[in-house]
Nanobody, 121 residues
Framework: QVQLVESGGGLVQPGGSLRLSCAAS????????MGWYRQAPGKEREFVAR???????NYADSVKGRFTISRDNAKNTVYLQMNSLKSEDTAVYYC???????????????WGQGTQVTVSS
């Protein structure tokens, strides 16, 4: 059984910061791309940021310059540092990862359960 567990969400004022964490656990041989997505009420889930195992990153235009994704491969953990938060960043944030459970088997795509981020004064 492989799972992703997010943490670090909460209520923050506009202009504030939060750091999300997502740890993968279970039977893991290797992890490929790890990423963050978000879903606001009444909207579809959207891409936020992703990072490869080598550290290459991509960001949605809406978060460039404000959010930073990073990972600790030794801990199977990905982070999302969110600065200068805006009300429009309010959403449930989901972690996503491509995981290989053992040598030679195909990658599987896993989602976390989500963590709520609310930006409000």
């Amino acid at each position: 059984q492989v799972q992703l567990v997010e943490s670090g969400g909460g209520l923050v004022q506009p202009g504030g910061s939060l750091r999300l964490s997502c740890a993968a656990s279970g039977s893991i041989f290797s992890i490929g791309i790890m990423g963050w997505y978000r879903q606001a009420p009444g909207k579809e889930r959207e891409f936020v940021a992703r990072i490869s195992s080598a550290g290459s990153t991509n960001y949605a235009d809406s978060v460039k310059g404000r959010f930073t994704i990073s990972r600790d491969n030794a801990k199977n953990t990905v982070y999302l540092q969110m600065n200068s938060l805006k009300s429009e960043d309010t959403a449930v944030y989901y972690c996503n990862a491509d995981i290989r459970k053992s040598y030679g088997v195909a990658l599987i795509n896993i989602w976390g359960q989500g963590t709520q981020v609310t930006v409000s004064s």
